[in-house]
């Protein structure tokens, strides 16, 4: 928008750079994360062939958390994120706890993938110190978050083309060697598989249940299109179209996958910490192809890190405007990012090398922090839904005249927070994501303290009670422009 700078000379604000190509493909390099190239070994050995119908649950009852985020924020758009509506729905509390967890959820994230580019790396050059290739990669995320927000989505939407690419050529190069009748040490390649080597439960329940540990890691991120609303061009016609293209993207990029990795290799093969998409190719003969996919799947990391980078930056950048976060952190550089938060999110990334360090097991650091971010991704996704339901009762008028209504309504709330309350004790049915799990109250407790002292501050009362006019002033334009229209 041209005006913006023009309107808001004062108070620089974010622009919508992002294209429809750009929301599109960030949505999808959202729901395909590290967690799906280097996750899926321990998923699959853990679960069986019912991983298959674990990604399928996952990606189901995710779907209407993205649909009730995204009829909120059609709503009123002079929310930036979910933070905002968080807020403006559940109280101040409800924002400063989303948008400081979901911040803490991205750095988390960006840690675990530090910590996969770094055990990839070592993979491509032995003997390659792990702290090389962790500094190198947050130097150029930052670089390229610097420039602007187009950079970030150009940037994004390589990466994720990358991603799809990788995951087709594995579908297409896995089903020729179904149909040839390719032989390996392990058997026939051959759909038998999914169901010759035990069943679709081998493990039974418990193996069912293990599954949905590190599965639900491999789906953060699909939430992301919700903070790209405040930079997204035409958010009401591109933020349904990313949001509806969920399903399909699920059943494609996860279930495809895996249906034909444990097609062409019995899943007894697969094991925790070795990614099953380099093993696929390299058992084809394509050594050269296995190269390659390593380096997408150091890609991916790169992409999820980005992704980290970004949004955490956005969302300290929001709870700075609103006097949740320190003042510092409200500025923008000439070209409209957020630079001092992102410096923030950078120096934090750095963590994952000391990490790696600290305990030299690469994949038992890799499953400690993606459990932590896994935890703390379902409680903003709760708030999502709670705030979807007191928007329910205290705006019944904008939900009847909402064009992208969440299927379901009510009813499928609770249904999505009992399947939450399900991978929550599935958790614990593991000693080291019990640990895990174990720790993070840790985080709230901080974040608790820092909102007892917070919340009776002046600048804070003034800076919300400012978020909050804004918020009327906007939704009283967006119902004058409404009613014009049906006038005419």
């Given at each position: 928008?041209?005006?913006?700078?023009?309107?808001?000379?004062?108070?620089?604000?974010?622009?919508?750079?992002?294209?429809?190509?750009?929301?599109?493909?960030?949505?999808?390099?959202?729901?395909?994360?590290?967690?799906?190239?280097?996750?899926?070994?321990?998923?699959?050995?853990?679960?069986?062939?019912?991983?298959?119908?674990?990604?399928?649950?996952?990606?189901?009852?995710?779907?209407?958390?993205?649909?009730?985020?995204?009829?909120?924020?059609?709503?009123?758009?002079?929310?930036?994120?979910?933070?905002?509506?968080?807020?403006?729905?559940?109280?101040?509390?409800?924002?400063?706890?989303?948008?400081?967890?979901?911040?803490?959820?991205?750095?988390?994230?960006?840690?675990?993938?530090?910590?996969?580019?770094?055990?990839?790396?070592?993979?491509?050059?032995?003997?390659?110190?792990?702290?090389?290739?962790?500094?190198?990669?947050?130097?150029?995320?930052?670089?390229?978050?610097?420039?602007?927000?187009?950079?970030?989505?150009?940037?994004?939407?390589?990466?994720?083309?990358?991603?799809?690419?990788?995951?087709?050529?594995?579908?297409?190069?896995?089903?020729?060697?179904?149909?040839?009748?390719?032989?390996?040490?392990?058997?026939?390649?051959?759909?038998?598989?999914?169901?010759?080597?035990?069943?679709?439960?081998?493990?039974?329940?418990?193996?069912?249940?293990?599954?949905?540990?590190?599965?639900?890691?491999?789906?953060?991120?699909?939430?992301?299109?919700?903070?790209?609303?405040?930079?997204?061009?035409?958010?009401?016609?591109?933020?349904?179209?990313?949001?509806?293209?969920?399903?399909?993207?699920?059943?494609?990029?996860?279930?495809?996958?895996?249906?034909?990795?444990?097609?062409?290799?019995?899943?007894?093969?697969?094991?925790?910490?070795?990614?099953?998409?380099?093993?696929?190719?390299?058992?084809?003969?394509?050594?050269?192809?296995?190269?390659?996919?390593?380096?997408?799947?150091?890609?991916?990391?790169?992409?999820s890190a980005n992704s980290g980078i970004y949004s955490t930056s956005r969302m300290v950048y929001g709870l700075a405007q609103e006097g949740d976060a320190p003042a510092v952190f409200?500025?923008?550089?000439?070209?409209?990012?957020?630079?001092?938060?992102?410096?923030?999110?950078?120096?934090?990334?750095?963590?994952?090398?000391?990490?790696?360090?600290?305990?030299?097991?690469?994949?038992?650091?890799?499953?400690?922090?993606?459990?932590?971010?896994?935890?703390?991704?379902?409680?903003?996704?709760?708030?999502?839904?709670?705030?979807?339901?007191?928007?329910?009762?205290?705006?019944?008028?904008?939900?009847?005249?909402?064009?992208?209504?969440?299927?379901?309504?009510?009813?499928?709330?609770?249904?999505?927070?009992?399947?939450?309350?399900?991978?929550?004790?599935?958790?614990?049915?593991?000693?080291?994501?019990?640990?895990?799990?174990?720790?993070?109250?840790?985080?709230?407790?901080?974040?608790?303290?820092?909102?007892?002292?917070?919340?009776?501050?002046?600048?804070?009362?003034?800076?919300?009670?400012?978020?909050?006019?804004?918020?009327?002033?906007?939704?009283?334009?967006?119902?004058?422009?409404?009613?014009?229209?049906?006038?005419?």
């Amino acid at each position: 928008m041209k005006t913006q700078s023009e309107n808001l000379a004062q108070a620089p604000h974010l622009e919508r750079q992002l294209s429809n190509r750009h929301i599109q493909l960030i949505a999808i390099g959202g729901a395909i994360g590290t967690g799906l190239f280097m996750g899926s070994g321990k998923t699959i050995s853990a679960a069986g062939p019912s991983v298959i119908f674990v990604y399928m649950i996952i990606g189901f009852m995710l779907f209407f958390v993205m649909r009730a985020m995204g009829e909120l924020l059609l709503s009123n758009l002079h929310y930036k994120s979910f933070s905002d509506f968080a807020a403006d729905l559940l109280g101040p509390w409800a924002g400063f706890f989303t948008g400081w967890t979901y911040w803490f959820c991205w750095v988390i994230t960006g840690i675990a993938d530090v910590i996969a580019i770094a055990g990839y790396s070592q993979e491509l050059w032995p003997g390659l110190p792990l702290w090389i290739p962790g500094l190198v990669t947050i130097a150029i995320l930052l670089l390229l978050n610097l420039a602007t927000v187009r950079a970030f989505g150009e940037t994004e939407f390589w990466f994720a083309l990358i991603k799809i690419i990788a995951i087709a050529a594995l579908i297409v190069v896995g089903l020729f060697m179904i149909f040839s009748g390719f032989q390996s040490d392990a058997g026939p390649a051959t759909f038998t598989n999914l169901w010759s080597h035990g069943g679709f439960f081998p493990n039974e329940f418990m193996g069912f249940v293990a599954g949905f540990q590190i599965a639900v890691f491999a789906f953060v991120g699909i939430e992301l299109v919700g903070t790209t609303a405040a930079e997204a061009k035409n958010p009401e016609k591109n933020l349904p179209r990313a949001i509806n293209s969920i399903p399909i993207r699920v059943l494609l990029f996860y279930v495809g996958a895996l249906i034909i990795l444990m097609s062409v290799t019995p899943w007894t093969q697969f094991q925790a910490g070795h990614s099953p998409f380099i093993a696929m190719f390299s058992l084809a003969g394509l050594g050269a192809a296995a190269t390659i996919v390593n380096l997408v799947v150091l890609s991916s990391a790169m992409s999820s890190a980005n992704s980290g980078i970004y949004s955490t930056s956005r969302m300290v950048y929001g709870l700075a405007q609103e006097g949740d976060a320190p003042a510092v952190f409200s500025g923008l550089s000439r070209r409209k990012v957020p630079q001092n938060a992102l410096f923030l999110s950078c120096v934090l990334l750095l963590s994952g090398v000391v990490l790696m360090y600290a305990g030299q097991d690469i994949g038992k650091a890799f499953d400690m922090v993606t459990t932590v971010s896994a935890v703390c991704f379902v409680f903003v996704w709760s708030i999502i839904l709670a705030s979807y339901i007191a928007f329910r009762k205290r705006r019944p008028q904008l939900h009847d005249a909402s064009k992208f209504k969440m299927p379901g309504g009510i009813p499928m709330v609770w249904v999505v927070f009992a399947f939450f309350a399900f991978v929550l004790w599935a958790l614990t049915t593991q000693p080291d994501t019990l640990a895990a799990l174990l720790v993070t109250p840790v985080w709230f407790i901080i974040l608790g303290i820092a909102w007892f002292f917070l919340r009776r501050r002046p600048a804070h009362l003034a800076r919300y009670a400012t978020f909050q006019a804004d918020l009327a002033t906007e939704l009283a334009l967006e119902q004058e422009a409404t009613s014009g229209r049906q006038g005419q």
